[in-house]
């Protein structure tokens, strides 16, 4: 077995006897607001790319419309890119959606260091809906896990446990806004103050600690502040990408750049 022969931080960092680097907590890359947890011994996770579709990783599950289309991989789409299609009733959700779930309810907060992130480009920003996160529901079946409540910025939440970003346009100020519920309680859901771009990629990522405390970062930058009440840290949760049109007859797109889901073992 490997051992640090050279310490380069009291034993936590060093180099063994074939010079390789030994990290026995765990190796994270990246800088605050876009690390990246590599899976190991003390660590678990994924990297989705999308240059393909992996058995098992993820359900899709689309609206009634005919004209909603699984999630499928670009091609071209370069460095991997995976489209979510809505359909074009323009009737909402229910009829147009397009949602990804992990497929398990195999993630929870009080594991600690619970990670969501993911880059992200809408088409459109009018008429429409998406929400990225985690969410208590892996089945087959659509839900919006948190959503505008169709007067002023109020919420409605149908997940008992779910936090993450969403955009709706039938909130009065159309921004991205973060927020969670646990137990059906709710948290205090923020205005970020940044809207989505259409065609414009931005990165989003989610934190939240084992008492169930939410961070958020938007491009690096954390956006807010720490949402305490966000999840209820012992209950299993699955990260999901899900959009919609939510009226007027035309299909919107999201594309994913890709997925990154990470907690400690």
């Not at 499928?72 to 991997?80: A, E, N, Q, R």
């Not at 954390?222 to 959009?243: E, K």
Request: with cysteine; charged share 15%.
């Amino acid at each position: 077995m490997s051992r640090i022969r050279t310490s380069l931080h009291g034993k936590q960092l060093g180099i063994d006897h074939e010079n390789r680097l030994l990290a026995p907590a765990g190796l994270v890359l990246g800088n605050n607001g876009k690390q990246r947890a590599v899976e190991g011994p003390s660590t678990t996770g994924f990297f989705d790319d999308f240059f393909e579709l992996t058995s098992g990783r993820w359900l899709a599950t689309e609206g009634t419309d005919a004209a909603t289309s699984s999630a499928g991989i670009l091609s071209p789409g370069i460095g991997g890119v995976l489209r979510l299609t809505t359909g074009d009733a323009g009737t909402g959700y229910a009829a147009d959606a397009e949602q990804l779930t992990g497929g398990a309810l195999a993630w929870q907060a009080s594991n600690g260091n619970l990670v969501f992130e993911a880059r992200v480009k809408l088409s459109a920003i009018t008429t429409c809906y998406a929400f990225l996160g985690f969410t208590d529901t892996a089945a087959a079946s659509l839900e919006q896990p948190i959503y505008s409540a169709g007067s002023a910025n109020t919420i409605t939440t149908d997940a008992s446990d779910a936090v993450g970003f969403f955009f709706d346009t039938g909130m009065d100020d159309d921004n991205w806004w973060v927020a969670g519920v646990a137990g059906d309680t709710d948290a205090t859901h923020q205005d970020t103050g940044f809207a989505p771009v259409a065609g414009t990629y931005e990165v989003l990522r989610v934190e939240v600690n084992t008492a169930g405390v939410a961070t958020f970062y938007r491009n690096g930058v954390q956006v807010g502040t720490a949402m305490t009440g966000a999840v209820t840290a012992a209950t299993d949760l699955t990260p999901i990408i899900t959009v919609s049109k939510l009226s007027v007859a035309a299909s919107m797109t999201l594309d994913l750049d890709y997925v990154h889901v990470s907690m400690d073992r």
